[in-house]
T-cell receptor
Framework: QKEVEQNSGPLSVPEGAIASLNCTYS??????FFWYRQYSGKSPELIMS????GDKEDGRFTAQLNKASQYVSLLIRDSQPSDSATYLC??????????FGKGTRLSVIA | ETGVTQSPTHLIKTRGQQVTLRCSSQ?????VSWYQQALGQGPQFIFQ???????GRGNFPPRFSGLQFPNYSSELNVNALELDDSALYLC????????????FGPGTRLTVL
């Protein structure tokens, strides 16, 4: 059973701080990793993808991947109240569609 | 470019009934994946359709079935509804099954009473 684990939160950070979201996965052959943002009552929206070890930056978002530790994280710099949402980690092993974690609820306090 | 659309937006059914949910894929996409998202959970993969054929299925019973049409739109059918089927049903479209360019529709909220 392929599993993706996330802390459900809520993670509360003050406005302007760095939010750090973490995810671990069980399938060592996983190749592609995604972070989705989901506002309450809405569908998931892809915000970052990462495929190789190291960091990938896109604006205020940085995804970090460590395949040896089976760990992927998302950093949000200068957090804004509009970043308050649930963040879903998703993993693709190549032969099945995405396996999602349960998500971490982030609350940015103004 | 037209995005992924789903209908209806909300639906209320009673136990034992049957329901059909619809999804129109994004223009140019030939693959549709369906997911069930229960409250407080991540999306769970139901099945995928690629060029009108089922192309992978998650751990869902046979009362969950689907179709894909020549225009690549898709239906999800659920028979003998149970209370636990209450969830947000999401479809996502992509080209040739690729998940890195997979876009979700707005979802259908199904409530089973």
């Amino acid at each position: 059973q392929k599993e993706v684990e996330q802390n459900s939160g809520p993670l509360s950070v003050p406005e302007g701080a760095i939010a750090s979201l973490n995810c671990t996965y069980s399938d060592r052959v996983s190749q592609s990793f995604f972070w989705y943002r989901q506002y309450s009552g809405k569908s998931p929206e892809l915000i970052m993808s990462i495929y190789s070890n190291g960091d990938k930056e896109d604006g205020r978002f940085t995804a970090q991947l460590n395949k040896a530790s089976q760990y992927v994280s998302l950093l949000i710099r200068d957090s804004q109240p509009s970043d308050s949402a649930t963040y879903l980690c998703a993993v693709d092993s190549g032969n099945t569609p995405l396996v999602f974690g349960k998500g971490t609820r982030l609350s940015v306090i103004a | 470019e037209t995005g992924v659309t789903q209908s209806p937006t909300h639906l209320i059914k009673t136990r034992g009934q049957q329901v059909t949910l619809r999804c129109s894929s994004q223009s140019g996409h030939n693959t549709v994946s369906w997911y069930q998202q229960a409250l407080g959970q991540g999306p769970q993969f139901i099945f995928q359709y690629y060029r009108e054929e089922e192309n992978g299925r998650g751990n869902f019973p046979p009362r969950f079935s689907g179709l894909q049409f020549p225009n690549y739109s898709s239906e999800l059918n659920v028979n003998a509804l149970e209370l636990d089927d209450s969830a947000l049903y999401l479809c996502a479209s992509s080209w040739d099954g690729g998940v890195d360019e997979q876009f979700f529709g707005p979802g259908t909220r199904l409530t089973v009473l």
